[in-house]
């Protein structure tokens, strides 16, 4: 997949209501407004009161919510209790609101046509139709009232054909469209007052971005699967097999990492730790007063706290990492702890991101932080190319706090990388176990063993699964196979020196403003800045 492709905005069909009762109309719109304008996502606003009804015949938020879930019953509809969370009752507001954090999306307003029928009575309509596409779902019953209503005919003008509905939420607003043929006879009105037995099994995630337990927010960029299937195949398909490191990170991944971590032979962790807790006060004054965290690839986000506690001012810490479950574990953790607000970002840092900064405190300026050496598992233009995108994404007069491994004794390092209990060659077999899993790829995992060396021409420790005996890796149905010893190269671990490493970063928009190590010097902080 070339990552140079201009990132398309992701398109949101936004149905907002009482949902008092939720029901099939809701959804019906809902599978309608996917497949005919080719949304991505159908988000469900569900209000915790409309002004314009009595609230006294409000079934409780939360089983609204819960119900709408059930109803919903599809990957793409996303129930959201933003509305309640920002305490927002009108959708102008909602609106403004949403697309204020969401830079990135093309939102279009749904409604169905009893809601046309009374959209003058709204608060700001003519800002609602300026700012957002409309469509129109027709329901029995409305559909003459709604096509005469006052805000029909003032629109009038701007209304399209359905048949170019697939092009209208890229269509600047003022625009809507009626589709005449969605028909069904379930209302809210109408089944109000039957009883409605629930059983609340499903879950997932709210929205796109969602304040979630003591996290400021959570945004799921969705680093998917397909990309996991499509990788694993083009990886497979090379001379010399090979597969991104980024998925050894599982929540199996990621727990295995932490106890790597811990190892007697695995020094980076706590040679690190102790560079910045022996530098932490020259650190901590060269970043100065009110910068906001940015944490590539935060895992357990267990090196943030003497960061915080040393900053003067710190405005907040923002933790990003591709494993969803393990961050959110630990991101909400460390929000207990911390006393700032903390959010979580799950995305890939190979890709672009672009930080929703008017959800935060504002903040003099922005701090990158990447600590682990995780640099180290980019090849040298691929490191280059993300230190050009956190640039860009951390904006100008940022900083960047980065932790580098330094080249040392080829013993020391292959010993950190085959430690004598199997952790690595557990973290590195999980690869094959992912693939069997996830991906349904057929494999034997007894045929294929660990094998991690350095290899002094590169400056780096290379890990790769070794096959012990021929053997095939079979995904959607085609064979790739392996002759004895062959490999898939799963990581390289670059080693780096100080100067090395300065290279790189004239390369990029940063300068090296000032760098420490410890007394071996095993292991160096970088402060990096790009104004
Ligand atoms: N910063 C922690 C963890 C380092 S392990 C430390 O210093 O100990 C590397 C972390 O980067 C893991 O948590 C992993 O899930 C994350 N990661 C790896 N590839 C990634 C990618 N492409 N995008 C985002 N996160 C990634
Ligand atoms: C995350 N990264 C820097 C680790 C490393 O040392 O390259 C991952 C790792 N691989 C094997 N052990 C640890």
């Known amino acids: 997949m070339p990552s140079s492709q201009k990132t398309e905005r992701r398109r949101i ?21 996917l497949e005919r304008m080719g949304l991505d996502a159908v988000w469900w606003l569900v209000t915790p009161g409309n002004p314009l009804k009595d609230p006294k015949i409000y079934a409780a938020y939360e089983d609204r919510l819960r119900l709408a879930r059930v109803v919903a019953n599809h990957p793409d509809i996303v129930v959201s209790d933003f509305e309640r969370r920002r305490g927002l009752q009108y959708t102008a507001e909602t609106l403004d609101a949403l697309q204020a954090i969401n830079p990135n999306a093309a939102f279009v307003w749904l409604m169905g046509a009893d809601g046309l029928a009374n959209f003058h009575r709204w608060k700001d309509w003519r800002h609602i139709a300026e700012t957002v596409p409309i469509a129109v779902f027709n329901r029995p019953g409305h559909s003459n009232d709604a096509l005469v209503s006052e805000a029909a005919k003032e629109l009038g003008v701007f209304r399209i054909d359905p048949e170019d509905a697939m092009s209208l939420s890229e269509t600047d607003p003022p625009v809507w469209v009626f589709f005449a043929d969605t028909e069904n006879p379930l209302s809210s009105t109408a089944i109000r007052s039957r009883k409605i037995s629930h059983s609340l099994t499903i879950d997932r995630p709210d929205d796109l971005i969602a304040p979630c337990g003591a996290l400021a927010f959570f945004l799921d960029l969705h680093p998917d699967l397909g990309d996991f299937r499509a990788d694993v195949i083009e990886g497979l398909s090379l001379p010399q097999k090979t597969i991104s490191p980024k998925y050894f990170y599982d929540d199996a991944g990621s727990k295995l990492f932490d106890q790597i971590t811990g190892l007697d032979e695995y020094y980076p962790t706590r040679t690190e730790k102790k560079v910045f807790l022996e530098n932490a006060a020259e650190i901590t004054a060269a970043i100065g007063p009110r910068a906001a965290i940015f944490e590539y690839g935060s895992g357990s986000s267990e090196k943030i706290e003497w960061l915080v506690n040393g900053l003067k001012e710190p405005a907040a810490y923002v933790a990003m990492d591709i494993s969803r479950d393990h961050l959110l574990e630990n991101a909400s953790a460390i929000a207990e702890v911390l006393p700032i607000p903390v959010a979580a970002i799950c995305a890939d840092f190979h890709s672009p991101i672009e ?19 995780t640099l180290g598992n980019m090849t040298l233009s691929a490191a280059k190319s993300f230190l050009e995108r956190a640039s860009a994404t951390l904006g100008p007069g940022a900083q960047f706090l980065i932790g580098v491994d330094l080249v040392k004794d080829k013993a020391v390092l292959e010993a950190a990388y085959n430690d004598a209990r199997g952790v690595t060659a557990a973290f590195n077999m999980n690869l094959l176990a992912r693939m069997k899993s996830e991906l349904g790829a057929k494999l034997n995992i007894d045929d294929f063993e660990h094998y991690a060396f350095y290899n002094d021409i590169e400056d780096r420790i290379e890990m790769h699964l070794r096959a012990k005996r021929a053997t095939v890796i079979e995904v959607d149905g085609e064979p790739y196979g392996f002759v004895p010893g062959e490999t898939l190269h799963t990581e390289n671990s670059h080693k780096f020196t100080l100067e090395k490493l ?12 000032k760098s420490w190590t410890d007394e071996k010097a095993w292991f160096g902080a970088c402060l990096l800045s790009n104004s």
Request: aromatic share 10%; charged share 15%.
């Open 355 to 373: 930080l929703p900064k008017s959800v935060l405190p504002p903040a003099d300026h922005w701090l990158g932080y990447f600590p682990g050496s």
């Open 13 to 33: 069909g936004l149905l907002g209501g009482s949902f008092n009762p939720p029901h099939q109309g809701h959804r019906e719109i809902s599978l309608a407004a």
């Open 502 to 513: 300065k290279a790189l970063v004239n390369q990029t928009p940063w300068r090296l403003e």
